[in-house]
């Protein structure tokens, strides 16, 4: 029968309040590397009995280790399939010289900032400790365009803080650079940034009208029928276009960034990260599975002996509650990041080729498979997933759930099939040329691919290719 966390911890949990104990385990499940972050610190400073002590151990057998991964427990394993281990993002800290190059992913995601921490760094010093709070949590359920993944009211409800006091960290954040981000939509953004200019008093008059009504118009560049709607010259509207497309930016997080060397989005921390074996060419690959720990988590011993010799009983039981909620923490944090690394071998050794390759060699999975294999519940595989993102070897960082879009590979033959094509083929021909990649796929599928990918139906496409071919 499928556990929803892995067996060997089901017994504990049976004998100690199973239900919160696994309810706590989905929630340190859902959540991204970032959002793991925040719940520590709230947890521990809220505390007493916690911990995070400042030495590096390895999740495995426990011992002390000069730096992640553990060898001791990677020779054990010695078998063909990936190197999967948890460890803190931050393990630089830990690795001593010698250690430094082997497995170190440091280089390759050494930033010196974070988006999240640069729109934090800007708002912090006007903001009180509680909507420093609110400010993470935003700044934690960025999408990889900087929009806000969550609508304020969840957030509110979320961090039991008022709407308007959402909704006005929300404003602030959104003026910081890079303009527009946490906000909920491209438009939003754009309309934001178009505010701010206008106070600096750089503005196209046409402009706001254009974007609050004529998006779509705007989007086709049918400038005919906004300058006759607008009542204003063609070239007018052609102008409030530029100047859009100058001054504005519909990604938040690309327009501050995309100067950095990284402009693929590699600022964004990846919640797990894939290496191609430094030693051996053809040697396994090398996962990273990201926990949110900088050191090791851990109930604090000195409380635990202090409280056995408190004898008023109300005292005790204060205390002992504290070791109480201390430990279940520890052991949902292990057991979240336990199922993280089970789930994530499985993904990696499933598709070495998709993660070492393009989006053709995906091998459609889906979660139900998945759990079947690790004798887990399918809920839990979607936890997860959720929200998560991976780097590959090339430094793309992907949502974890592109394993599972069985549309992908799909895509990517379509794409191929286009792109080889000697004169426009019709979706249709498209839909019999996919036969030979091993997709049966029909004519409305094909449609819905093509334009998912931007490509123009065969009608219009005819027109772009060059006669002679
Ligand atoms: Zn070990």
Known sequence: MPTIITGQFQSTSQRQQPAAHLTRTMQLLEKTCNELDTELATEISENPALEM???????????????YPCQ??????????????????????????????YYSTDNRLRDPETLSEHVLKQVAPSISSKERKIAEHILARLDEHGFLIDHPAEI??????????????????????????????????????????EQDGKTHPLAHNLLANFWEQLARRDFDTVARKCNVSVQTVKSAAKFIKRNLSPYPAQSHWNNASNATGRYFRPDVEVIKNPHKEDGPLIVQVFSAARGWLRVNSSVRSMVSKIEDPAKK?????????????????????????RIVKLIVTRQPKFILGTDKDLIPMTRVELADQLELHESTISRAVA???????????????????????????????????????????????LIDYDYKVARRTVAKYRSMLGILPANLRARQLPSAV
């Open 317 to 341: 039981d204060e205390w002992a509650a504290y070791l109480e909620r201390a430990a279940l923490f520890v052991k949902c944090m292990r057991q979240r990041d336990n199922a993280m690394k």
């Open 156 to 197: 509110a409800t979320y961090l039991r803080a008022s709407l308007k006091m959402v909704k006005a960290v929300i404003e602030l954040i959104k003026r910081a650079d890079p303009i527009g981000v946490a906000s909920q939509d491209v438009m939003e953004c754009l309309l934001t940034q178009l505010d701010t200019l």
């Open 53 to 67: 002590a400042e030495e590096c151990r390895c999740p495995d057998c426990k011992q002390i280790i000069p730096s």
């Open 72 to 101: 001791a427990c990677m020779n054990r394993l010695n078998g063909t399939g990936p190197i999967v281990y948890v460890a803190p993002r931050a393990n630089r800290t830990y690795s001593t010289d010698e250690h430094e190059e």
């Open 387 to 433: 929200n998560k993102t991976i780097a590959l070897p090339n430094g793309r960082i992907i949502p974890l759930s592109t394993f599972f879009d069985r549309s992908l590979a799909i895509r990517a033959a379509v794409l191929t099939i286009i792109e080889q094509e000697s004169t426009a083929m019709t979706d249709e021909q498209v839909a019999h040329k």
